[in-house]
């Protein structure tokens, strides 16, 4: 674990995918076919710690749903990147646009379409659910599924790594 925290003690950017990783994976929809997908309030308030303490949140998702994009908008995220089946070519923009290092990055996915990114960052977390494939390329799995508390995990695994986590949590004593 010390390995773990050592390699969360670099990143300066998460990103995360969606469905599968914020949402247990599920797409709902509508009788006018729009989309409905749920989102754990944990994950939301551990992504405002996050940020809070400075590392910066983006989203690679290869969906496009006005959901997200209201969900992202209330968390304040900045970094929302919608319809990317192929999401390598954003994520190295995005590091390059934010002056980052692939090692200063950590990466939140699911399935196959994650593997790109998650092979060449600093720190690569499958969540509990993620197809197998993906978890043998991670270096952290959560304990939680996608959905369910896996982001909220993430971010107190690195807010953990760069000792900000006991600062956090009196915050709110």
């Excluded at 496009?64 to 970094?79: A, D, F, N």
Aim: proline share 2%; net charge neutral.
């Amino acid at each position: 674990m010390q390995d773990i925290l050592e390699k969360a003690k670099k990143v300066k950017l998460v990103v995360f995918d969606v469905d599968g990783v914020l949402t247990n994976g599920q797409i709902i929809i509508g009788d006018n076919g729009e989309e409905y997908k749920a989102f754990h309030s944990r994950d939301g308030h551990g992504m405002k710690l996050l940020q809070y303490t400075g590392v910066e949140i983006a989203i690679i998702t290869g969906r496009t749903s006005r959901t997200v994009e209201h969900r992202m908008q209330s968390l304040g995220i900045k970094y929302v990147y919608q319809g990317q089946r192929v999401k390598l070519p954003v994520f190295q923009q995005l590091i390059k646009e934010l002056k980052l290092s692939p090692e200063q990055c950590a990466y939140v996915g699911d399935d196959w379409v994650d593997l790109s990114i998650m092979s060449r960052v600093g720190l690569a977390i499958a969540v509990q659910d993620a197809d197998p494939i993906v978890k043998k390329h991670a270096h952290f799995i959560t304990t939680s599924k996608g959905g369910h508390g896996a982001a909220r995990e993430v971010c107190e695994l690195i807010m953990e790594g760069q000792g900000n986590l006991q600062d956090q949590i009196e915050r709110h004593f």
